[in-house]
């Protein structure tokens, strides 16, 4: 996990700069002498801040930076109001989820607005809050948009070039039928389970079944696809609960080392989101147990009720899932499949023009929204390459499909980087291996298999300047050829039911 992939180590630097941005964020509510429970308030809205919106440019992420309070605001009012009313609070809470899932239909700014106002109800529960405590929680939360804003676009910006893929193409519709619609009414439905059961096992700790029932339907689209989300956040959080009890436990809130491993949390969290979940949820388990510790409630049987109440969530997004308007795994992960060969299509085509002289090619930005869609794809195919998977065959179909799309990758980064090479020079047979690419692509994505006896080009003394080039291209061809098989056999069995 820690030695996956990092292109450009922008994994990296987003980690770092989130610990600076929270950090800066915590600092600035005390030096202005809020509460710890504001202070804690501020260092998640940093951190939900710097970890939600993602949009693909600078000027989108400050404007709906600046939008955040909009979302989260009112909320934080309402939540407050609340708090001593059971019935009117579940109800807001429940109308909470169903419209931020539902804003999702707005790309990723609607989706960063329904995470952010979801989790300041949140905090409230968490934190115990009250309508007192709302002018400083304003304030705190005020103070940590302005840190992690100040950290985002002034001292370490970072320019997103291509947008995390929100919802699969190929997934049209209106009403109950559009994806957004489907997914708000099955959050809402696994939320008021989780709610229900969690309250029946704690009165004060139920939020935690709410919590995981909702950001176990984030970035999922399918029923397998939340599954298996599932199984990996409550692995993840039994693991953190071990290392909460011989960790956070034994420090018994003691302010100075617990800040230390709530930043190793934060920079955990980042990076290792994109690669694994139940190791970003392990970091979230920790920093949750010491934060309880700084609030001096922690103790092992709480522990132990965060994994009960952890259990019920994802059993509520189990059912949900599965009874109400489900969406089955083979029906969102060829269209990832496809949108990931039309994407090496075009990183080809750009970078065979870039070395044909253009000055207005460029293949780094396909070349990173390849990286995206195929992490995308993984999660897709993640139901069929389970290690509990019991269809062997599929299994070993969709883990040759990710294999060789990996291939695919690799020799399109190799590609962009001779193109980025001012000597690199180009002739009639890198334009020729380039079309034998991209007729290979409109082959798969069409579901023609002619490909299936394709067989790559033969070696053949190249000029030295062009053989990098020509490497690559075959390489590709070579990927797309094989790939040509486990796509044409999944129709009869089930890895691309689009195409049966």
Known sequence: MFVAPDPG???????????????????AAELAGLSLTASITGGLAALLALFTVTDATVRRQAVTTALLPVAGFPVLALATTLHGVPLARDAAFLAVVLAGVYARRWGPRGHALGIFGFMMFFVTQFLHAVPAQLPELYAAVGLALLASGAVRFVLWPIER???????????PGSGLARPTTRQAVQATAACAFALAIGQALSED??????GTAWWIFVNTASRGET????????????LGIAAGLLIAVPLHGAPAPTAVLVALCVFGIFYTAAPSYSWMMFFVTVMAGLLYGLLGVLHPGLLLLRFQET????????????????????????AWIQRALRCVHAATAEATARLAGSPTADPAPHAAELEVLLARVRMALAPLVHPLSPFRGRKARAGQVIALLDDCAREVRGLVAVAADPDASHDARLAAACWRVEAAVEALTAGERRLETATAPEATPRPAAAEPALAHLHGLER??????????????????????
């Open 227 to 238: 599954l298996v989300r599932g199984f990996r956040r409550v692995l993840g959080t039994v």
């Open 205 to 210: 700790r139920w939020y935690w079944a709410v």
């Open 479 to 500: 990927a797309l050829a094989e790939l040509a098989v486990p796509l044409s056999e999944a129709p009869a069995r089930g890895l691309a039911a689009s195409r049966s």
């Open 311 to 334: 259990a019920i969530g994802a059993l509520g997004a189990a059912l949900a899932v599965v009874l109400i308007l489900p969406v089955t795994t083979h029906a969102t992960n060829d």
């Open 9 to 27: 180590r922008t994994r990296l630097r987003n980690s770092l700069r989130a610990v600076i941005g929270v950090g800066l964020a915590v600092a």
């Open 161 to 171: 070039r291509t947008p995390p893929p929100a919802a699969p193409p190929g997934l």
